[in-house]
């Protein structure tokens, strides 16, 4: 079987390559492999935060018959992520719609907060559902920051899953802790990746905070030199705890692709383009294809009504790769960029 994984890994360092080489010339990808689905808008959480309380998207949860057939149309995806504005374990068949995802045999993953990870035999079906990856929102251990995702309980929640993959036998599905980087909480970071690595998660995934929007959010995010100082800590404690953390503006990946990302990351020219533009669609509930969850009115066409390759290549969605950067939230937004914006 050696000579067969070789060839397969081979393959995939071939498709990386080839994908980051399309990216670089802001080429589009003939049909995208990995989607974001809305499985639901609906949250038990309200973070001031949140661009849900901007955008105007209803607070409801996706008919899962409309859902199956979506996934059915999604020729040529290998990866979808079930998430939308909401919080995706509120939807009354999200265990149903993760093993019909699987049957498909889609890599699956979502993020969520995990409030609703409370009893055993919740997260037990967590994981029996063959979830390859949750993503977890968590900003503190201890000394919550006002405004974010400030539920203590998840800390509970998360180590009691730990302990029931192990006794499951599992290693799916594979956890990440997904913080947000705020001015002055440097600390929570470090505690977090500290106390990750120690449960073995799979990794820590530091976001940057969006700026799109005029909050009355107390929480601020450090400026570029606050930020390079982080980094070089988050490096040193990768290192001293042998836990893969990403950052999107400073290292991602892991062995070669990892080094190569964070030494040539500027020649990728992610500050002059959205690259979910190229490789990474937004689904809503109802199967409309757009850019992302902060642009409900920018819809280039319905899975349900045309294929997805249509959609990806048809010349509404040509227009917006071309001129994105002249819509007022794109030219604020750094979530995908290196440099900040505003």
């Not at 374990?89 to 498909?104: E, F």
Request: aromatic share 10%; glycine share 4%.
């Amino acid at each position: 079987m050696e000579p067969v994984r070789n060839y397969s890994q081979s393959l995939k360092k071939v498709s990386f390559f080839l994908t980051t080489l399309k990216n670089i010339l802001h080429v589009p990808v003939n049909v995208p492999s990995s989607v974001q689905y809305a499985i639901t808008d609906d949250c038990n959480m309200n973070c001031k935060m949140c661009p849900i309380h901007h955008v105007g998207t209803k607070m409801e949860h996706a008919d899962y018959d409309t859902f199956t057939r979506i996934v059915d149309r999604l020729d040529g995806v290998e990866e979808i992520s079930l998430v939308g504005l909401g919080e995706p374990l509120m939807h009354p068949r999200i265990m149903d719609a993760i093993a019909y995802c699987k049957s498909k045999q889609f890599i699956v993953k979502t993020t969520t907060n995990g409030l609703l990870l409370n009893s055993d035999k919740k997260i037990k079906e967590l994981i029996l559902s063959g979830l390859d990856t949750i993503s977890i929102s968590i900003d503190a251990i201890n000394n919550f920051p006002e405004g974010a995702h400030n539920a203590h309980r998840v800390v509970n929640h998360i180590e009691r899953l730990v302990e029931l993959k192990k006794e499951l036998s599992t290693d799916i599905p594979r956890i990440v802790l997904q913080p947000i980087m705020f001015r002055n909480r440097e600390a929570d970071l470090y505690d977090i990746i500290t106390w990750g690595a120690t449960l073995g998660v799979h990794r820590v995934n530091v976001l940057r905070m969006h700026k799109y929007f005029d909050t009355d959010v107390v929480m601020d995010r450090p400026d570029r030199k606050e930020e390079k100082r982080i980094f070089t800590q988050l490096r040193i404690l990768k290192k001293k705890y042998g836990i893969r953390v990403d950052c999107l503006q400073d290292q991602f990946f892991e062995g070669l692709k990892g080094l190569s990302y964070r030494y040539f990351k500027y020649f990728l020219r992610l500050d002059s383009f959205c690259t979910r533009l190229l490789n990474y669609p937004y689904i809503s509930r109802d199967g409309d294809v757009m850019p992302c969850c902060v642009l409900p009115d920018y819809k280039f066409g319905n899975i349900l009504e045309s294929d997805l390759r249509d959609v990806w290549h048809n010349d509404k969605l040509k227009h917006f790769r071309k001129h994105h950067n002249s819509v007022l939230i794109c030219s604020q937004c750094d979530n995908w960029r290196i440099n900040q914006l505003v």
